[in-house]
């Protein structure tokens, strides 16, 4: 249990909270009444969808017949384009752009846009397709930082600029990033903690301990209607010793604080972290043997929904 305080959350129930996709397995009713309000995004040439988009928004935006085919009985948005890495990237790209409207808006950060069944990668796309648009895979590393005091172990926690894009102002790990195109997951660790918290890049690589990766599929999270995400997080942990400690950008982090890990717990359950942190700090929970199966009853429903499979079909 992450708190024994009455009318709080369960470790279970924060897990949900995020991890809020319907399990078809687990309730198909439940699962084909969701589905129903999305179109499934699909590639010419490959026979499973790439992830799903949000039905409105395939009725309100213009989709090229150069690029698109729309099928609606089927609820499929395929992609038709020359069937080439260039091409397809162009095509996703425009889309992204026309949904977005304004340049500066749109990132000009790419990731990988994956055909989730063989984690082939097809096409590149711009980030700002995964704040609502393309429910599609995407990856990103989340480093938790530690310093052991004569006080015992306490956590370095950043708080985000208030000049974010997403969750201004709440509470994040110490750093936090998406994975683009074409780098590995300490890649980003490194490079990361370089931009946001001054950490050198010798140090990094020498200290950061990866821990688990975790998957799962919110919804709305991102508090737009419709939209949903397939997330992989990459979890790391790293010890800052020997005066080492992190310095804020001030545009990504405002600042960083030392919380002790019921601090941690508190302000997890008081929502004053970002919400995907829930994921992130219930996995660490488990690395560390905070959550065990002796202290939570759902112990395995917990861990299963920490390692979703994303299982991309077309539901008949």
């Known amino acids: 249990m992450i708190s024994e305080r009455k009318n709080t959350l369960t470790a279970l129930g924060l897990v949900s909270k995020v991890d ?51 099928n609606h009985e089927k609820r499929f948005l395929t992609l038709i384009c ?22 500066a808006k749109t ?8 055909y989730s069944d063989t984690m082939e990668h097809v096409a590149d796309i711009s980030r700002t397709s995964i704040l609502g648009l393309f429910g599609i895979l995407d990856s990103a590393v989340h480093v938790v930082a ?16 208030p000049t974010k894009r997403l969750w201004p ?39 950061a301990k990866f821990i688990r990766m975790v998957t799962y599929s919110p919804e709305n999270i991102l508090n737009l209607k419709g939209g949903v995400m397939h997330h992989r997080l990459f979890v790391y942990e790293i010890e800052l010793e020997n005066g080492v400690v992190p310095t804020p950008d001030g545009q990504e ?26 994921m992130t700090w219930t996995a ?12 939570e009853p759902h112990f395995d429903e917990i861990n299963a929904r920490l390692s979703r499979k994303f299982d991309f079909f077309v539901l008949e």
Not at 107 to 114: K, Q
Not at 146 to 161: D, E, L
């Open 20 to 70: 809020s996709w319907p399990y078809y397995r687990k309730d198909p009713e439940l699962y084909r009444k969701k589905i129903a309000d999305f179109y499934y995004i699909m590639v010419k040439g490959y026979p499973k969808p790439f992830g799903h988009i949000y039905k409105t928004f395939v009725e309100e935006q213009a989709w090229p017949e150069t690029s698109w085919e729309l």
């Open 253 to 278: 982090v405002e600042n960083y604080n030392l919380y002790t890990l019921d601090e941690v717990k508190r302000l997890m359950l008081d929502n004053e972290f970002m919400p995907i942190l829930k």
């Open 82 to 103: 020359e069937s080439n890495f260039e091409t397809r990237t162009n095509a996703l790209n425009a889309a992204v752009l026309a949904w977005q409207k304004d340049p």
């Open 169 to 207: 102002n709440l509470l994040d790990n110490a750093v936090t990033g998406g994975i683009p195109s074409g780098e590995k997951p300490i890649d980003t660790v490194i490079r990361e903690s370089r931009e946001e918290a001054n950490l050198s890049e010798e140090y990094t690589r020498s200290h």
């Open 284 to 295: 660490l929970f488990i690395h560390h043997g905070v959550i065990i199966p002796e202290n």
């Open 107 to 114: 990132s000009t950060e790419m990731i990988p846009f994956y």
């Open 146 to 161: 530690f310093t052991n005091t004569h006080q015992g172990r306490k956590y370095w926690i950043a708080r985000r600029a």
